[in-house]
């Protein structure tokens, strides 16, 4: 097959990057590794991800991505929608400030003279971590076809029926499954296989990120997306419809990485701790910690006119003191806190334990950090958690 190639090698394995930081300590002491932690963090931020979206014509293609984008419909960068003009090209929309999910609206699917190989060459394929192909009514054979091309070339496809508001009352009951079973185990997707379509397939309002299955399509792409610095770069970048848990553990497996920077880049005396520490470094780390579990002003507060009530109703659910009262003096506490602990590093943490002892302030401060940031994920993943109950309360009636 001409357009795949094999996907560059990177990785967010921890083992890795320990393996990298260890040597770097072995042959050039602090300096050398001080170097490398700042590169470790600059590569997987500087990960890029290419999805493509595609699809008969008039499916909701550009609403889909928008959506996706949190575009509002005519907001600057949005994808233009119920427009008279078929894309020609593939058009790629991002995030303002927010470069790293890129996601491409491709020419339709259409034409008794498709040729799914001629399709992918034109689109570039190569590029794209996956493809959603998208229809409002019963897939087409040239989708069929173009999704088994995609599954040959094992590529992640996604096979969405939009527009499904308009059909809401059907949705889910007995008839409606009946009949999305229909559309897929119909003879055009006899080559892929009833159960591997089944698992793929997803019903979505375009324009209703918190309704059927638009967050589940979009964790399905995250979750099964690979090498792990893609997957970590597509749940960072889309967090607001990440799986939490997914999320915080693409997260923790940074943490030492972060521990050790707070140790050696910048540390200044902080009164009572036993060795030297980056504070705002913390601050910030924790700081995007709560940003990516949407537990900052903004979020919540979008959050709250979701279901209609104010901001502190989905404030009080939160827990966490550094969700609510997060300033450098409070993490300077939280971290002598956890020093004076003196715990033992988690299980999946003990491999570093080796390059922990180098530091300047030895085992005590990396995995005394360590734990800070441990904490600070898990309790925000809990209140975040506790958050979509009171939501979904909510929105039940209760
Ligand atoms: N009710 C409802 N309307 C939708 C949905 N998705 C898209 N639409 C509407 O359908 C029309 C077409 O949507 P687009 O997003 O422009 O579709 P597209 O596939 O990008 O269209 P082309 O690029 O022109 O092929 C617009 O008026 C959308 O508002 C949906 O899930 N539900
Ligand atoms: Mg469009």
Redesign the pocket.
Do not use: R, Y
């Given at each position: 097959m001409v357009y795949f190639s094999q996907l560059p090698s990177m990785d967010l394995e921890a083992a890795e990057i320990l393996e990298r930081l260890s040597d770097a300590m072995n042959c050039g002491g602090i300096p050398e590794t001080a170097s490398l932690v700042k590169a470790e963090r600059k590569r997987v931020e500087g990960v890029t991800v290419h999805v493509a979206v595609t699809?008969?014509?008039?499916?909701?293609?550009?609403?889909?991505?928008?959506s996706v984008m949190g575009f509002e419909?005519g907001q600057d960068g949005a994808?233009?929608?119920?427009?008279?003009?078929?894309?020609a090209k593939p058009a790629p929309y991002s995030r303002p400030g927010n470069p790293s999910s890129v996601f491409w609206?491709l020419p339709?699917i259409e034409g008794a003279t498709f040729s799914p190989g001629d399709y992918l060459k034109a689109v570039e394929a190569d590029k794209y971590v996956g493809f959603f192909i998208?229809t409002?009514t019963r897939f087409t054979r040239e989708a069929a076809a173009l999704a088994s091309e995609l599954r040959r070339a094992g590529k992640q496809l996604y096979l969405v029926r939009?527009?499904?508001?308009?059909s809401a009352p059907a949705y889910k009951n007995k008839e409606f499954e009946e009949d999305a079973l229909h559309v897929l185990s119909a003879d055009r997707f006899a080559n892929l296989g009833i159960e591997f379509t089944a698992a793929r397939f997803f019903c979505?309002?375009?324009?209703?990120v918190d309704r059927f299955d638009f967050l589940e399509c979009i964790q399905a792409l995250q979750k099964n997306s690979s090498p792990p610095l893609r997957k970590h770069a597509l749940l960072v970048s889309l967090h607001y419809l990440a799986s939490k848990v997914e999320l915080k553990n693409s997260l923790k497996e940074l943490i030492p990485v972060s521990a050790i920077y707070s140790c050696i880049i910048d540390p200044v005396p902080v009164e009572q701790l036993p060795y030297q520490a980056n504070i705002p470094f913390l601050y910030n780390e924790i700081r995007f910690y709560r940003v990516m579990l949407g537990l900052d002003y903004a979020a919540l507060n979008k959050s709250a006119k979701l279901i209609g009530r104010p901001t502190f109703v989905l404030s009080d659910e939160i827990q966490t003191k550094m969700a609510k009262e997060l300033t450098e003096e409070t993490v300077s506490e939280e971290l002598l806190r956890w020093t004076q602990k003196n715990v033992q590093v988690s299980p999946s943490n003990v491999k570093w334990v080796p390059l922990l002892k180098t530091l300047p302030g030895g085992k005590l401060s990396g995995a005394s950090t360590i734990r800070l940031l441990d904490a600070m994920l898990e309790q925000f993943t809990d209140d975040a958690c506790r958050i979509q109950r009171k939501m979904a309360d909510i929105l039940r009636g209760d």
């Open positions: 699809g008969t014509p008039k499916v909701g293609k550009s609403a889909f991505i928008n419909d994808a233009p929608t119920g427009s008279a003009q078929q894309p609206e339709s998208l409002s939009t527009k499904i508001d308009l979505v309002s375009c324009h209703e």
